[in-house]
């Protein structure tokens, strides 16, 4: 099944060979609570509980081919949600550091990786906006909220040279994928933008 879903994602147009590779390897399943195991290797975003979702693999698959991920990178992901984004980002040689603001999540995350023996993931119950000063500057961000705000705080904590992917956009139409690229020591940026996605919004606050 699962390897129906990778040759899925390379027909959809994703053609990064080390995403697919490491998607080949992570069980999604894990990830979905048992109810839903039987459909963890469709291409659909599923419910995590809290009102949450679980990225459709596509998603995950192209947001992780703009990240353009290289082995050591120090990457910071906005929205832990599931594990299962960072779980790919680990796989492919990234330093993870993830932050979620609901606890439940949190703690449910931090045991797949556990589980799974995933080293390369520090998970933190922490409001996003305010990212994780006392890591940065990180070498690329990754949101997986959408926000028409990105946080001043999160290109404050980028390098510069680094990448910025973000669901830009109000949470009641899809957003588009932006790639901002940190261009100078005073913040400027690079905007670029990809294609029409929906993720749950960025919020503020823990819970
Ligand atoms: N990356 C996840 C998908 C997450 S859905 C996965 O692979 O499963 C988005 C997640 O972002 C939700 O869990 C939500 O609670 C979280 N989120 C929203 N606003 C946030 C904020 N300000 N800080 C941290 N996490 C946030």
């Known amino acids: 099944m699962r390897r129906r879903l990778i040759e899925e994602l390379a027909q959809k147009g994703i053609s990064d060979k080390a995403v697919l590779n490491v998607m080949n390897t992570i ?52 929205g832990t949600g599931s594990g299962y984004q960072a779980s790919v980002l680990a796989m492919l040689g990234a330093r993870v550091f ?22 390369g993931i520090r998970s933190y119950f922490k409001d996003g906006y305010k990212g994780l000063a006392e890591f940065s500057p990180f070498d690329k961000i990754i ?31 899809t957003q588009k994928m932006m790639r901002l690229t940190k261009i100078s020591e005073n913040g400027d940026l690079k905007k670029e933008f990809f ?13």
């Open 143 to 173: 949101l997986t909220a959408s926000t028409s705000e990105v946080p001043t705080r999160l290109i404050e904590q980028l390098k510069v040279g680094g990448i910025l992917i973000v669901p830009y956009g109000n949470q009641n139409e």
């Open 98 to 119: 993830t932050i979620e603001r609901i606890k439940v999540l949190h703690l449910k995350a931090k045991n797949i990786f556990e589980i799974l023996q995933l080293k």
């Open 27 to 78: 069980p999604r399943h894990f990830f979905l609570d048992n109810a839903f195991e039987e459909m963890a290797y469709q291409d659909k975003a599923f419910a995590i509980g809290e009102d949450q979702t679980i990225s459709q693999p596509y998603t995950v698959a192209f947001q992780t081919q703009l990240l353009n991920v290289q082995k050591r990178d120090k990457i910071l992901e906005i």
């Open 195 to 207: 294609g029409d996605f929906r993720f749950v919004p960025m919020l503020k606050g823990r819970k």
